[in-house]
């Protein structure tokens, strides 16, 4: 990996959905094996330039989610590289018997992508707000599920998804997001990022997506109150990490999960999962607790749920009481 932390807080001035379809553009210049099938949202997420570029391997299936699915995967059943998508509650929800049986199931490569994950639906409203959608792909055996968190980080990972078989699962935020690395970060699936820590750490926060930036506030708090703690971006929900889990749960003791999930069925559950297996440790959950979504802006929501940099100050300094 080569991996430059920004951690300005600051927006980027560009949506991801741009580096999405820039990303991809360029990919399909390079490889003509390359076929993307969307539902109704080209305009929402920019890839028209796709279907104007490469209309012979860029495809629009409609208002149709399991159709759509079924198309992708009969595209890779010939030998494409398909990269599908939908709003997160559509590209989960709405087509999942079709994704487990006609891709996974048997045993074809269909890169499937969720735009406006967990609260980032925003205006869209609790219908279109995926809060489970990870935990559906999580549930399907041999899947990759991955939760960017910004720009640069999904841009490389949609370039190492053309050489990842079977069914992948990428949750992100169209736009408004904020620049947590620079540009040209390359990240490796599979593999978490160690972004801040020390031989004092008394916890360890492991995040992901659009709490990375929120666990990187709770750290700088959490440091202006002279408490050491490890931050770690797993981008990666499956495969995790375990050996990066286990480390820092051995060697700090107290363990911090933050999501745009639900905690039920998210990053929370797969690591707690191998901390039960590996190295049973403390642990505290923040993301959404079992809740339906619900329509409002952003901001409203994250303090809502609380998926703030308070509730994860919290949760570390209830962590390290238990120890």
């Known amino acids: 990996m080569n991996v430059k932390l920004i951690g300005k807080h600051e927006k980027d001035s560009r949506a991801c959905r741009d580096g999405l379809a820039l990303t991809l553009n360029e990919m399909m210049a390079e490889d003509k094996s390359i076929c993307y ?3 109704d949202l080209m305009g929402c997420i920019n890839t028209k330039m796709l279907q104007k570029n490469y209309p012979d391997r860029a495809f629009e299936a409609g208002i149709a989610e399991g159709n759509g699915a079924g198309v992708a995967a009969g595209l890779a059943a010939t030998g494409k590289k398909v990269f599908f998508h939908s709003f997160g509650t559509f590209s989960s929800r709405r087509c999942y018997d079709q994704i487990y049986m006609s891709a996974a199931y048997a045993g074809l490569s269909v890169r499937v ?3 406006d994950a967990g609260v980032t639906a925003a205006f869209n409203g609790g219908t279109h707000m995926p809060l489970e959608d990870a935990g559906m792909y999580l549930s399907i055996p041999e899947t990759t599920v991955l939760d960017p ?3 640069a980080q999904l841009a490389s990972i949609t370039r190492q998804l053309v050489n990842v078989e079977g069914v992948s699962y990428t949750r992100f935020v169209r736009k408004g997001i904020i620049k947590v690395y620079d540009d040209g970060s390359e ?13 004092k750490d ?11 930036d929120e666990s990187l506030k709770a750290y700088e708090a959490l440091q202006a109150e002279g408490i050491s703690v490890r931050v770690i971006d797993m981008f990666t929900w499956k495969p995790l990490d375990e050996e990066l889990v286990i ?3 051995k060697e700090t003791g107290a363990i911090v999960t933050a999501e745009n999930h639900n905690v039920t069925c998210g990053l929370g559950s797969v690591v707690a999962n191998c901390l039960a297996k590996n190295c049973p440790t403390i642990q505290e959950f923040v993301g959404v607790q079992d809740q339906f979504g619900q329509v409002g802006p952003q901001d409203f929501l994250m303090d809502e749920y609380g998926l703030r940099a308070a509730n994860i100050v919290a949760a ?3 962590a390290v009481a238990r120890k």
């Open 113 to 115: 992508l969720g735009s």
């Open 37 to 39: 099938v969307d539902c």
């Open 202 to 212: 008394v916890a360890t926060i492991i995040t992901s997506g659009i709490m990375v």
């Open 316 to 318: 570390v300094k209830k």
């Open 149 to 151: 968190a910004d720009y």
């Open 187 to 199: 990240f490796e699936i599979g593999k978490g990022v160690v972004l801040h820590e020390s031989d």
């Open 247 to 249: 480390k820092a749960a």
